[in-house]
T-cell receptor, first 112, second 120 residues
Framework: GQQLNQSPQSMFIQEGEDVSMNCTSS?????WLWYKQDPGEGPVLLIA?????ELTSNGRLTAQFGITRKDSFLNISASIPSDVGIYFC????????????FGSGTQLTVLP | GAGVSQSPSNKVTEKGKDVELRCDPI?????LYWYRQSLGQGLEFLIY????????KSGLPSDRFSAERTGGSVSTLTIQRTQQEDSAVYLC??????????????????FGPGTRLTVL
């Protein structure tokens, strides 16, 4: 089946630093989504990408849909303590299959 | 409601018992999805509904798992004869896919808070 490789698995950064995480796939996706999950909560949508090459921002977050449609990255600038959590990438392929394929997550810790 | 809701938020059951988990999608969303998240893991797809029918049940791990959706809205995931390996967080998501075929924005899935199932 489809595989999404997400890296890094975990990150420890100082408050105020920028952070970047990415996902790569062995197959093409038509849509990339980035979610954040806090403990005991469901994933919350951060950014949705629908077109190859698309670069989208949401406040301090920026994400890009890779031109090959096999990768995406998420950048967080000027990190703050509430950025702590697990970040997941998810891809949706074309065709009748509607389920998202998820990366394994990046655990972000922001140190004061 | 404004978002996807799920109940119960927590369920503790004994091995061998049946459980029912409920999902109430965003109003007007035609597509509904169930995922499972084991401790420290990513999300694993279980089943997808378009309206009341399930065109994709490929993720259901065994015949002990079943799901239904009625009235194009609420869905129930049933696990029969629960086993300890069924312990996980069960997440429901919905999207507008199928309501409007002209835009890819309907690909976006919105998740509920999940039901944490513990099988003793």
């Amino acid at each position: 089946g489809q595989q999404l490789n997400q890296s890094p698995q975990s990150m420890f950064i100082q408050e105020g630093e920028d952070v970047s995480m990415n996902c790569t796939s062995s197959s093409i996706f038509n849509t990339w989504l980035w979610y954040k999950q806090d403990p005991g909560e469901g994933p919350v949508l951060l950014i949705a990408l629908y077109k190859a090459g698309e670069l989208t921002s949401n406040g301090r977050l920026t994400a890009q849909f890779g031109i090959t449609r096999k990768d995406s990255f998420l950048n967080i600038s000027a990190s703050i303590p509430s950025d702590v959590g697990i970040y997941f990438c998810a891809g949706l392929s074309s065709g009748s299959a509607r389920q998202l394929t998820f990366g394994s997550g990046t655990q972000l810790t922001v140190l004061p | 409601g404004a978002g996807v809701s799920q109940s119960p938020s927590n369920k503790v059951t004994e091995k061998g018992k049946d459980v029912e988990l409920r999902c109430d999608p965003i109003s007007g969303h035609t597509a509904l999805y169930w995922y499972r998240q084991s401790l420290g893991q990513g999300l694993e797809f279980l089943i997808y509904f378009q309206g009341n029918s399930a065109p994709d049940k490929s993720g259901l791990p065994s015949d002990r798992f079943s799901a239904e959706r009625t009235g194009g809205s609420v869905s129930t995931l049933t696990i029969q004869r629960t086993q300890q390996e069924d312990s996980a967080v069960y997440l429901c998501a919905s999207s507008a896919y199928g309501r409007d075929w002209s835009t890819r924005y309907t690909d976006t899935q919105y998740f509920g808070p999940g039901t944490r199932l513990t099988v003793l």
